[in-house]
């Protein structure tokens, strides 16, 4: 009923940057907020950055001023920009959102809950 994909990602030197993207698709009567998590290996999944429908930010300290977050309502696509990266910044990166959709296909009723992308890696090299 909802999908949420995932592009950007790749391998990228120290200094570098990458841009990723995470859009929502389906029977969707709206889209809350939404974010960026990652994980790295043998960690666990840590925010990374989120930003709720009316555009208010938070940002994990560790990448405040050079993640900028941002979001096409209109799309109800979420962008991470990640610049001057570091090789600490290596990871899975999962997109997150909260969305309220249709659970028939006429539209009567309506259910919210948290869904996540598939995650891209994300590589930083030094």
């Known amino acids: 009923q909802v999908q949420l994909v995932e592009s950007g990602g790749g391998s990228v030197q120290a200094g570098g940057f990458v841009r990723l993207s995470c859009a929502v698709s389906?029977?969707?009567?709206?889209?809350?907020?939404m974010g960026w998590y990652r994980q790295a290996p043998g960690k666990q999944r840590e925010l990374v950055a989120t930003?709720?429908?009316?555009?208010?930010?938070n940002y994990a300290d560790s990448v405040e001023g050079r993640f900028p977050i941002s979001r096409d309502n209109a799309k109800n696509t979420v962008y991470l920009q990640m610049d001057s990266l570091k090789p600490e910044d290596t990871a899975v990166y999962y997109c997150?959102?909260?969305?309220?959709?249709?659970?028939?296909?006429?539209?009567?009723?309506?259910?919210?809950?948290?869904?996540w992308g598939q995650g891209t890696q994300v590589t930083v090299s030094s």
């Open positions: 389906g029977r969707i009567d709206r889209v809350g907020t």
């Open positions: 930003i709720t429908s009316g555009g208010s930010k």
């Open positions: 997150y959102a909260d969305v309220t959709y249709y659970s028939d296909s006429f539209r009567n009723f309506r259910n919210t809950r948290g869904y």
